[in-house]
């Protein structure tokens, strides 16, 4: 097989890689050039530093394979920060990891993969892909505290095709050592941050930064009352109670929290905790890692990447899945990404619209 393995830098792509050049399969190794300055903090992941692509490069030379760099700045930019940025001024609460690998790794470097004759594209990805009599199914890694299955659940039956994920079957601690047995000198390369392009981590003042202030109103939702007012709509979360600057003191010295924002408007809803519980989530959007599941389906759910892990009755029309949860779950937001499960099975997954009680 002929195998495009993405080198990040990283050891996890690195262990990846070698065990593709074991495998006998015809191996290019390519660095993605995401960040359209290619400057970036030294240390942090991905969003091509120089450090990153010289030790992508130096993985290559250990391993004896060719090595490209593949600028995909501009795609990036369009598909990912973009959509970040404008997701967040629509009150939504995106998934950046999500959305680089449905638009980037295994669509417009899979497709460039394709073009140039090739069969896969290999990631660092903790996540393992099964052959089954109904074909290829995306599940669970067996280190749960790295698995990243959630967010390759965008994933088509096409897509996982074209995917190889050889570090599922493998725990991160194993990967380091055997980085290092093979000379790699990225087995002790720190772990990267959740979002490349904020290597810093202060989402809010990247978000001040492009979106400027989003002033607006802090409404109680039960009354319609106006508690007191924000800088940025952006800069406050689905269950976050400190830092409200509330004017209004809530009856009995209740405490409140953001329960949500009002469509089309920058006015946050605030309210009592037992709001911020739900048992019933809407999303839009469904993408199915395999066939399309029968509505009534018993599933398992998640909406954060490791997050709790609820017991769902699944519902399937024709544009927009829903979920009645067994238990209730806290700090569900638009926008974040529903993602259904059976057992350590990917069903599919689909973008939330609407959580209610």
Known sequence: MRVIAALSGGVDSAVAAARCVDAGHEVVG????LARSGKGQAGSRGCCTPEDARDARRVADILGIPFYVW??????????IDDFVQSYDQGLTPNPCIRCNETIKFAAVLDRARALGYDAVATGH????????????LHRAIDDDKDQSYVLAVLTPPQLS???????????????????????????????????????????????????EREGELVDVT?????GTH???YALTVGQRR?????????????????????????????????????????????????????????????????????ARLLVNSEDVAVELESPLRGVAPGQTLVAYDGTRVVGSATITRATS
């Open 162 to 212: 074209g995917a190889v994920f050889p570090l599922g079957d493998t725990r991160k601690a194993d990967v380091r050592a055997e980085a290092a047995r093979r000379g790699l000198r990225v087995a002790d390369k720190p772990d990267s941050h959740d979002i490349c392009f904020i290597p810093d981590g202060d989402t809010e003042s990247y978000l001040r930064r492009h979106l400027g």
């Open 30 to 33: 390519i660095h993605l050039a």
């Open 71 to 80: 600028d995909m700045s501009t795609d990036f930019q369009r598909e990912v």
């Open 126 to 137: 903790y996540a393992r892909i099964v052959e089954s009599a109904q074909g290829r199914e």
């Open 243 to 311: 830092g409200l600057r509330l004017t209004v003191p809530a009856p009995e010295g209740h405490r409140r929290y953001v329960v949500g924002r009002e469509t089309g408007s920058t006015r946050v809803l605030v309210g009592p905790q037992e709001l911020l519980s739900v048992r019933r989530i809407e999303a839009d959007q469904p993408r199915w890692c395999g066939v399309t599941p029968p509505s009534q389906s018993d599933v398992h759910v998640q909406v954060r990447a490791h997050g709790d892990q609820i017991r």
């Open 223 to 227: 009354t319609g009352e106006t508690l």
């Open 231 to 233: 800088d940025a709509t």
